[in-house]
T-cell receptor, first 115, second 110 residues
Framework: EPEVTQTPSHQVTQMGQEVILRCVPISNHLYFYWYRQILGQKVEFLVS????????KSEIFDDQFSVERPDGSNFTLKIRSTKLEDSAMYFCASSGAGGRGGELFFGEGSRLTVL | RKEVEQDPGPFNVPEGATVAFNCTYSNSASQSFFWYRQDCRKEPKLLMSVYSSGNEDGRFTAQLNRASQYISLLIRDSKLSDSATYLCVVNSPGTYKYIFGTGTRLKVLA
């Protein structure tokens, strides 16, 4: 069964460092997402990506965040200068049909711990 | 009003019980509705899509009430393995974005 894969599963970093989280979406999907979940809180939308550009982003997704699809298979989330409050589980998801009925399929997540 | 609202629970039910969760959404133009299941510290996994006519998958039944803007999930004959957090997910109309509720925690007790 096709699946979304994410690496690393856990990353520990110092405040102010750059972090790149990687995702390989399901191969025939066209819509890609990053969500995050702070421990004990709800799953929050960060950004959606379609046709090689950002289609929506949330207020959380400020200038410290960027996404890229560098090679047609990987989909990355970069946090330029991490803050303590960036500590969370980051989930990548992909969908075949975007916000028009297509289910989201999630990777297992990357846990980011900022010290 | 929150975009997607759920009772956080927990709902503690004995094995074999029937339990139902509701989820309300604020935007009447939303078209896509889903129930996801999330185990502790794991990714959300699709449980079922919710169709206008309602749909059933084994012990699970989902309903949509557009007039009152809520969706429901009914679990019959609860199993211990049903213990998890159930997330309501609704699309944000005119966007590719999906909004998650806070989730309803279910504990099935032996």
């Amino acid at each position: 069964e096709p699946e979304v894969t994410q690496t690393p599963s856990h990353q520990v970093t110092q405040m102010g460092q750059e972090v790149i989280l990687r995702c390989v979406p399901i191969s025939n999907h066209l819509y890609f997402y990053w969500y995050r979940q702070i421990l004990g809180q709800k799953v929050e939308f960060l950004v959606s990506f379609y046709n090689n550009e950002i289609s929506e982003k949330s207020e959380i997704f400020d200038d410290q965040f960027s996404v890229e699809r560098p090679d047609g298979s990987n989909f990355t989330l970069k946090i330029r200068s991490t803050k303590l409050e960036d500590s969370a589980m980051y989930f990548c998801a992909s969908s075949g049909a975007g916000g028009r009925g297509g289910e989201l399929f999630f990777g297992e997540g990357s846990r980011l711990t900022v010290l | 009003r929150k975009e997607v609202e759920q009772d956080p629970g927990p709902f503690n039910v004995p094995e074999g019980a029937t339990v139902a969760f509701n989820c309300t959404y604020s935007n009447s133009a939303s078209q896509s509705f889903f129930w996801y299941r999330q185990d502790c510290r794991k990714e959300p996994k699709l449980l079922m899509s919710v169709y206008s006519s309602g749909n059933e998958d084994g012990r699970f039944t989902a309903q949509l009430n557009r007039a009152s803007q809520y969706i429901s999930l009914l679990i019959r004959d609860s199993k211990l393995s049903d213990s998890a957090t159930y997330l309501c997910v609704v699309n944000s109309p005119g966007t590719y974005k999906y909004i998650f509720g806070t989730g309803t925690r279910l504990k099935v007790l032996a």
